[in-house]
């Protein structure tokens, strides 16, 4: 599968932003898509993820309560909503996803054997 992250941009702080990670070649039926982010000097950092039949949703305590991942039916892909951004949500956004991947390794990106080529959020304060 291939995917396609999009939806990034300039935001002021306490706003929203909508990603979107759409897959080609097949669908994300059976897939866990992940969303992980990489801050300029930083390491990569989990964000949520989501697996597509049971619809179960996983997130880092660090957007607990503001972003929400879930699928987008009707587009057949996953979207992950960004409310209350703050400056430190600045970073490149990144989709993954995975047939295979454990509830145990969710959160570790390479555990999951497909990437989107990362959208850029910036917050300013």
């Known amino acids: 599968v291939q995917l396609q992250a999009s939806g990034g941009g300039l935001v002021q702080a306490g706003g929203s932003l909508r990603l979107s990670c759409t897959p080609s070649g097949e669908s994300f039926s059976n897939y866990v898509v992940g969303w992980f982010r990489q801050a300029p000097g930083k390491g990569r950092e989990f964000v949520a993820a989501i697996r597509w039949n049971s619809r179960n949703t996983y997130y880092a305590d660090s957007v607990k309560g503001r972003f929400t991942t879930a699928r987008d039916n009707a587009k057949k892909s996953v979207y992950l909503q960004m409310n209350d951004l703050k400056p430190e949500d600045t970073s490149v956004y990144y989709c993954?996803?995975?047939?295979?991947?454990?509830?145990?390794?969710?959160?570790?990106?390479?555990?999951?054997?497909?990437w989107g080529q990362g959208t850029l959020v910036t917050v300013s304060s």
């Open positions: 993954a996803a995975s047939r295979t991947i454990i509830v145990s390794s969710i959160t570790n990106g390479d555990a999951y054997g497909y």
